[in-house]
T-cell receptor, first 110, second 114 residues
Framework: SQQGEEDPQALSIQEGENATMNCSYK?????LQWYRQNSGRGLVHLIL?????REKHSGRLRVTLDTSKKSSSLLITASRAADTASYFC??????????FGKGTLLTVNP | DTEVTQTPKHLVMGMTNKKSLKCEQH?????MYWYKQKAKKPPELMFV???????INESVPSRFSPECPNSSLLNLHLHALQPEDSALYLC?????????????FGSGTQLSVL
């Protein structure tokens, strides 16, 4: 399976803390994307990191990619209650199977 | 317009009904996708249209029938569904065919099959 797998599957933190979630994948990718989904809604693209990049930042988001370990991590700094959502990774590229990882449910408590 | 619009937002249907889900985007995207998502699970890919041709069918039962009448519109025709088909159905699009760098999602149709 080319499916990514996130861990932890659920994470509960206090507002202001940092949240880290990880994704592993099994085949080669051209890029790794992270998405957020609020309950019962569509997914929103957060950030993309290419296979030749190791780290990327966007606002409070920091994503890393280790192609040798076939893994990526998403760090959300200074979390807010509004960050409460499910987070999914997706391997991208023309030959990738468009399969999302299992997801991490993040709960940020006020 | 940077939205993917799905209608209806909610749908309840019986097992003998025929209904359709509709998805529309006016961003000029050339690939459109149907995903199915059960509660607390990731979205599962069902179909992909690239340049208005069906490119991927993930062995979906024939009671689901996709249609892409033009580059802006994607339909999913439903017939003789089962209760286990109840789920959130998500439509997505991407700019350059299936070379995926970013998927744009609609808000979904919550389907209940009675």
């Amino acid at each position: 399976s080319q499916q990514g797998e996130e861990d932890p599957q659920a994470l509960s933190i206090q507002e202001g803390e940092n949240a880290t979630m990880n994704c592993s994948y099994k085949t080669s990718i051209n890029n790794l994307q992270w998405y957020r989904q609020n309950s019962g809604r569509g997914l929103v693209h957060l950030i993309l990191i290419r296979s030749n990049e190791r780290e990327k930042h966007s606002g409070r988001l920091r994503v890393t990619l280790d192609t040798s370990k076939k893994s990526s991590s998403l760090l959300i700094t200074a979390s807010r209650a509004a960050d409460t959502a499910s987070y999914f990774c997706l391997g991208g590229g023309s030959n990738y199977k468009l399969t999302f990882g299992k997801g991490t449910l993040l709960t940020v408590n006020p | 317009d940077t939205e993917v619009t799905q209608t209806p937002k909610h749908l309840v249907m019986g097992m003998t009904n025929k209904k359709s889900l509709k998805c529309e985007q006016h961003m000029g995207h050339r690939a459109m996708y149907w995903y199915k998502q059960k509660a607390k699970k990731p979205p599962e890919l069902m179909f992909v249209y690239s340049y208005e041709k069906l490119s991927i069918n993930e062995s979906v039962p024939s009671r689901f029938s996709p249609e892409c009448p033009n580059s802006s519109l994607l339909n999913l025709h439903l017939h003789a569904l089962q209760p286990e088909d109840s789920a959130l159905y998500l439509c997505a699009s991407s700019p350059q065919g299936i070379v995926t760098e970013k998927l744009f999602f609609g808000s979904g149709t919550q389907l209940s099959v009675l």
